[in-house]
């Protein structure tokens, strides 16, 4: 095995145009564990903490770029506001050593089912910075994913950000274990309302051989919304209409039995957190609303 | 390959570290410094909890050359210089915290970064501080009992 040590970022693509087999370590979470237990014998180990950019995050006028190695710690303490949902997902990673070390880009590297970030990015809507000697390509989060543990980078691309649309309403992320920290999902759901686009997206873990969207589930609760007139009334989601959303999201899912759950278990379970996390962003969207409607006129 | 960090306060040497090997490994095993321990290799118990740059990680999940220049704090950095045990460790001594061991060099650095971070934590924030941590014989309720102590014992002292 041979050690590579990138000080810069074009060091770092450099070495991966030269060697495609390259193994990027980031937090090592994931990949010391497979070294450590000799299912993995890289011929080359491409260390990324030198190369400081891919800790930063920038925020701009509509868009977060987060670096990819910016620890999952960091999400939660400083982008709470601009990535609600990636910040109550990265909370729910492991245990502090582990949220200090991990972050977004070993998560995307790593393309599990079970990846707590993905239900949050499929929900927020955003992309992945692809990047080679050859050139930059913006991967849509919706086409990253490509089977269990599959995703669409290329042999000699390194992720260097995800650019995230900035929360313009609230988001919810749900997971369901069997205690707090340190627990693979059982089965996540991530729910975002975009109030700007009146629309809402949704993301899914752990019941699908990929993380994905529940985008029946979304096109019907979209239009009921606007049918209703709720995102102008303010009114509650009718609790007919938070039941089919529920049941259509369960039937996005495309889940397994296995040591962690049944499949049946998993489509109830996904039910019952998408009603759950409708009703609380929807209660937080009409508070914020009927604050905003209370304002004495100027 | 070679690698060169500084361990509390010191700068250390190993030569002939296999580029796959843990930080944990050269701890224990090539730097004299057995410590922190080596219980799952994968994350899941913080019996080799140590601090990289100050911020507390498994070294079992650490790739050797990443610790290349940093600064490694282990549970041996704890007591001062006379061998004199530092307030989390009287704390965990005094409340009984500990029974047979294993999982304390990890729990010390954990403890001792959350005091220098919160010196009042809530037990909500002690639990989470701790949450990856695992210990098979205490019950926690001692552990926590010596993290509430010395963090009364660290204010009464300023
Ligand atoms: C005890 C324990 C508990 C865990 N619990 C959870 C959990 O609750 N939820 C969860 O989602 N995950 C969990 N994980 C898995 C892991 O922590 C996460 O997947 C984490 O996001 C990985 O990030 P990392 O930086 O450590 O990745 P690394 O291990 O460094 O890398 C992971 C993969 O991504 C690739 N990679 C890394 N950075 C890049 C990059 N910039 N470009 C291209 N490829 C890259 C690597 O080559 C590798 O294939 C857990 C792990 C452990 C050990
Ligand atoms: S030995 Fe590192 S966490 Fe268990
Ligand atoms: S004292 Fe034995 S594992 Fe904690």
């Known amino acids: 095995m041979d050690f590579l ?19 990027p370590i980031a937090g090592g979470t994931d990949v010391m564990v497979e070294i450590n237990f000799d299912h993995r014998r890289p011929e080359y180990l491409m260390d990324l903490n030198r190369v400081a950019e891919l800790q ?16 999952y710690s960091r999400i939660m303490e400083s982008l709470r506001a601009e990535l609600p949902g990636l910040a109550l997902a990265a ?11 991990g972050g977004v880009g070993g998560n995307l590297g790593t393309a599990s089912p079970a990846g707590d970030a993905h239900p949050a990015l499929l929900a927020g809507g955003g992309e992945v910075e692809a990047v080679s000697v050859r050139g930059t390509r913006m991967i849509p989060i919706d086409d990253f994913y490509l089977g269990v543990k599959r995703n669409a980078l ?66 019907f609760l979209t239009a009921a919304l606007e049918e209703g007139g709720f995102w102008d009334n303010g009114k509650a989601v009718p609790p007919a209409v938070a039941r089919q959303f529920a049941d259509l999201v369960a039937g996005a899912a495309n889940p397994i039995d ?23 962003t929807w209660e937080q969207y009409r508070g914020k609303q009927q604050d905003e409607r209370n304002q004495p006129c100027a | 390959m ?30 004299g410094l057995p410590g922190s321990k080596n219980a799952c290799e994968q994350g899941e118990c913080g019996s080799c909890t140590v601090r990289l740059d100050g911020v507390p990680v498994c070294s079992c999940l ?21 061998g004199r045990l530092s307030t989390v460790q009287q704390a965990f001594v005094d409340a009984g915290a500990v029974q047979c061991g294993f999982c304390t060099p990890g729990l010390l650095v954990a403890a001792d970064e959350l005091l220098e971070r919160n010196p009042e934590p809530t037990d909500g924030d002690i639990r989470e501080a701790l949450s990856g941590n695992l210990c098979r014989c205490t019950g926690y309720e001692k552990i926590l009992d010596a993290v509430r102590l010395a963090a009364a014992r660290t204010g009464e002292a300023v």
């Open chain 1, 5 to 23: 040590r990138p000080a810069t970022w074009q060091e770092a693509l450099a070495a991966k145009a030269e060697h495609p087999s390259a193994v």
């Open chain 1, 56 to 71: 930063e995050w920038e925020v701009g006028e509509d868009t977060v770029t987060l670096g990819a190695s910016v620890p």
């Open chain 1, 91 to 101: 909370h729910t990673v492991a245990s502090p050593q582990i949220r200090n070390r």
């Open chain 1, 154 to 219: 290329a042999p000699d691309e390194l992720i260097r950000a995800v650019r995230l649309k900035k929360a313009t309403g609230p988001q919810q992320f749900s997971k369901v274990g069997t205690r707090n920290a340190m627990v693979i999902a059982v089965c996540a759901f991530g729910i975002a309302l975009h109030p700007d686009t009146r629309t809402v997206r949704t993301g899914i873990g752990s019941a699908a051989p990929t993380p994905i969207r529940a985008t029946t589930a979304e096109e």
């Open chain 1, 258 to 280: 296995d040591v962690r759950g049944t499949a049946s278990y998993r489509r109830h379970a996904l039910a019952v957190m998408a009603r759950r996390t409708l009703g609380w």
């Open chain 2, 2 to 31: 070679r690698v060169t960090f500084t361990v509390n306060g010191r700068r250390q040497e190993a030569d002939d570290v296999w580029e796959g090997e843990s930080l944990l490994y050269v701890l224990r095993e090539r730097m």
């Open chain 2, 62 to 82: 650490v790739a050797a050359g990443q610790a290349e220049g940093r600064e490694v704090v282990t549970v041996e950095g704890l007591a001062g210089e006379d």
